[in-house]
């Protein structure tokens, strides 16, 4: 599976039903075979193996005998190349497969055959020795005649012994339009509601009329009854709903149920555990991205692992890695710090963000009314350096500090100070693939304004938190934001390249002044100097409305700067005009909030839901969290607290889009090492682990073959393959550990 940039799909506009059927094919009218000999009745042409494997007719099979002690599945296999693919077009793949001893699983792909060898359908079953056939259907989302079926049978101890017959690839068959199951019709928050806080679920249903509902308790008891509120067609879904307010309900308990229509809810309780737990899971994610350390199983059972990238073969980096050839001469050593996301990468722009919202996170514990720094201190996160007396969030943000540091260009060179946009490998990896087992070269980035102002923002920021407990990593971490501050301000604008997106994400962003309105305020915070004052007074990001439909993220990091610039205290002139903005921005989020009938404060223009839309959910909510910290009035809490519902299963698909939390939840997330889904020995992501969610955009092939023409909420698909709607990413669980934390401080 290799990402790629491709052109956005245009989206049909709001449409009655949820989904769309594909356009379907009249069945068995023109059904075309593209594999060539199948049946091996004739012998193994035009099959071909791998050197490392002998395969030869038995009766009348192909038998393949599989060495063992290969790393990836495909460093032994079997296959058919020069296979036609019509774009568009569904194709029937099936086979028969043995493997004895039983146990060993075969990675079957439709896909390309050259570089950068993308599949567009795979599917890694375990064998049985006795045999068994398998079947499934595809829509292909290219035209190629550089098809390949293949069969990857490598990353076995052992050796073993793998047998194939009457292989099928039949063209032209009818898709088979993809149904999510949806469950029932009345959508709760799974997890949990606050005794004290809003309480309120969506019903999907045909009725235009009010329909009774009824909150049942464990033992099956109405404990509370009314009618709902219809709503109409809800944009974001298609769907005709009606919304359900039981607020009023507060009695804490475990296993309530909503019965609307006919239709019971899925199970959720009342109460402010799952939350607590919520704060440090979220948290507890980032300990095995780390990159650079063996993960101990110990401290995370099950997902123990060896360290990635310390410059141990077949890893080719990071301790010493070479920039893109021309970019410079120089190597570094830029080990450590967190990969950003299901792939091997490590971005200096995203690693900005993404520890800004955990060292936010904290700061604001320390801060607010309902802040619990005690909740995030030595001992709650279960890491290697828990006991250190040093609260465990900011070990764990150190730890991507320290490679953010390692990032800058060293003095006497050309560009000094500066920070490189990002290091990665020379080509897209498949799945799964563990850190340590990655072969490809590594290499450094062109240094961008965006990623040396990332750095003097966060290492700005840490200097202040981590005073109290290490003085010397604060002043290192000053003089290296200075440093970074005054490289970025000799060069303003050194671009990131949009097509720099080979073996790792582009990252691009080619408008910097709200990266510099940011970093100037960290600056500010943290020193109180006039020079970084006067940045952030004279930038006109300093008055700009920045509170859009989308959020903040890593290229709009203005509510980096003003979020904190309303919260840390210091003497800024208009500080109450910059505290003010957020409660603007806030009342906006919770007018979109109380217009939606899902109840939340998104709502996209032309209802285009964006990469990641989980946490720019959860970001809109930390908005409505702040301006509770800065005014103290329950709607903004309220608000903040309810955005939760739609994370934790209130929403079309009725899911949970945090691993472990709720009766169902995304689990499947694109990842190389969390391949559960691909591979029965590795594990799903860890509880706490928050999927990107619904994207208008379907950049990646699958979700183009199961979700054409979907609305919104339904541009969603919980399948590992589907990198666009289904990755993890560290910038995304910081704001879902921003948004538990609140929540977990409420009542
Ligand atoms: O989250 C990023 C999204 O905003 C961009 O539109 C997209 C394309 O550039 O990239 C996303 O980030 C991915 C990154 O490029 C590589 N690691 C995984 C990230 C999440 O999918």
Redesign the pocket.
């Known amino acids: 599976m290799k990402?790629r940039?491709t052109a956005l799909l245009s989206l049909t506009a709001l449409l009655a039903t949820a989904l769309t059927a594909l356009p379907a094919a009249p069945a068995g009218a023109d059904e075309v075979e593209q594999v060539r000999n199948g049946t091996f009745d004739g012998g193994t042409e035009p099959w071909w193996t791998t050197s490392n494997v002998t395969a030869g007719l038995s009766e009348g099979r192909l038998c393949a005998d599989v060495p063992g002690g290969t790393a990836n599945r495909w460093d032994a296999a079997v296959g058919q190349n020069d296979i036609t693919l019509v774009k568009g077009e569904s194709y029937r793949f099936s086979f028969t497969a043995t493997g004895s001893p039983a146990g060993h699983a075969v990675r079957a792909i439709v896909g390309l055959s050259v570089a950068p060898y993308d599949t567009y359908h795979e599917v890694t079953p375990q064998l049985s020795v006795s045999g068994d056939r398998y079947s499934y259907t595809f829509t292909s989302p290219v035209d190629t005649a550089q098809g390949q079926v293949g069969f990857q049978l490598g990353g076995s101890a052992d050796p073993w012994r793998f047998c194939l017959d009457d292989v099928s690839l039949l063209g032209g068959v009818a898709p088979e339009p993809y149904e999510p199951d949806t469950g029932p019709r009345v959508r709760v928050n799974q997890v949990a509601y606050l005794p004290a806080g809003p309480k309120n679920a969506t019903l999907v249903t045909d009725a235009t009329a009010g329909l009774p509902w009824q909150l049942k308790n464990a033992e099956g008891t109405v404990v509370a009854r009314g009618t709902t509120v219809p709503r109409g067609v809800d944009a974001s879904s298609g769907q005709n709903v009606h919304s359900i307010d039981f607020s009023r309900h507060r009695t804490v308990g475990q296993g309530f149920t909503l019965v609307a229509d006919g239709q019971t809810s899925r199970p959720f309780d009342i109460g402010t555990r799952a939350y607590e737990k919520l704060r440090l899971d979220s948290l507890k994610y980032y300990y095995p991205q780390r990159s650079g350390l063996a993960i101990r199983d110990d401290l995370r059972p099950g997902y123990g692992r060896p360290a990635g990238h310390v410059g141990v073969a077949p890893n080719q980096g990071d301790t010493d890695v070479p920039c893109q050839p021309g970019v410079c001469d120089y190597r570094l050593d830029v080990s450590g710090g967190w990969y950003?996301?299901?792939?091997h990468?490590k971005?200096v722009v995203?690693g900005g963000i993404s520890t800004w919202e955990l060292l936010s996170t904290y700061e604001r514990e320390t801060l607010a009314r309902t802040g619990q720094a005690e909740k995030l201190g030595d001992g709650t996160l279960a890491i290697p350096e828990s006991g250190n007396k040093v609260p465990d969030i900011l070990d764990e943000a150190r730890w991507e500090l320290e490679f953010l540091l390692r990032m800058q260009v060293p003095d006497g060179q050309p560009l000094a100070g500066m920070a490189h946009h990002k290091i990665h490998d020379e080509q897209w990896t498949g799945l799964p693939l563990l850190p340590s087992d990655d072969p490809q070269k590594r290499e450094l980035h062109p240094p961008s304004t965006a990623a040396t102002l990332n750095l003097a923002a966060t290492a700005a920021q840490a200097a202040r938190l981590y005073r109290p407990y290490d003085k010397a990593f604060a002043a290192k971490a000053l003089a290296a934001a200075r440093k970074a501050w005054a490289a970025a301000e000799a060069h303003p604008d050194v671009y990131a390249s949009?097509d720099d997106?080979i073996g790792?994400?582009?990252?691009?962003d080619t408008d910097v002044t709200d990266e510099f309105y940011w970093a100037a305020a960290q600056l500010y915070l943290t020193t109180g100097e006039r020079r970084f004052q006067d940045h952030v007074l004279n930038s006109p990001v300093h008055t700009a409305d920045i509170f859009g439909p989308l959020g903040f993220?890593?290229?709009r990091t203005a509510a980096a700067g003003r979020l904190d610039l309303a919260t840390v205290p210091s003497r800024l002139p208009g500080r109450d005009k910059v505290r003010q903005s957020v409660v603007k921005g806030a009342d906006r989020y919770l007018a979109t909030l109380k217009a939606h009938p899902y109840g939340m404060p998104y709502a996209p223009e032309d209802n285009r839901y964006?990469?990641?839309s989980s946490h720019q959910i959860l970001n809109n909510a930390v908005v409505l969290a702040t301006a509770y910290d800065i005014t103290g009035a329950a709607k903004y809490r309220d608000g903040a607290v309810q955005s939760m519902d739609y994370i934790l299963g209130r929403n079309a698909l009725n899911i949970s889009y945090v691993t472990g939390y709720g009766e169902v939840s995304a689990h499947n997330q694109?990842s190389r090492w969390y391949a559960r889904q691909l591979d029965a020995n590795l594990p799903n992501p860890p509880d706490g682990t928050l999927a990107?969610g619904p994207n208008s955009n379907i950049?990646d092939p699958l979700a183009q073959a199961k979700l054409q023409g979907c609305v919104a909420q339904f541009c969603y698909i919980d399948d590992i393959q589907s990198?666009?709607t289904n990755?993890h990413?560290i910038?995304?669980n910081a704001a879902l550990a921003r948004m538990a934390s609140f929540v977990a401080g409420q009542r």
């Open positions: 990402r940039r950003d996301a299901g792939d990468g971005y995203n949009a997106g790792g994400g582009a990252y691009p993220d890593w290229a964006d990469w990641g694109h990107g950049q990198w666009s990755e990413t910038n995304w």
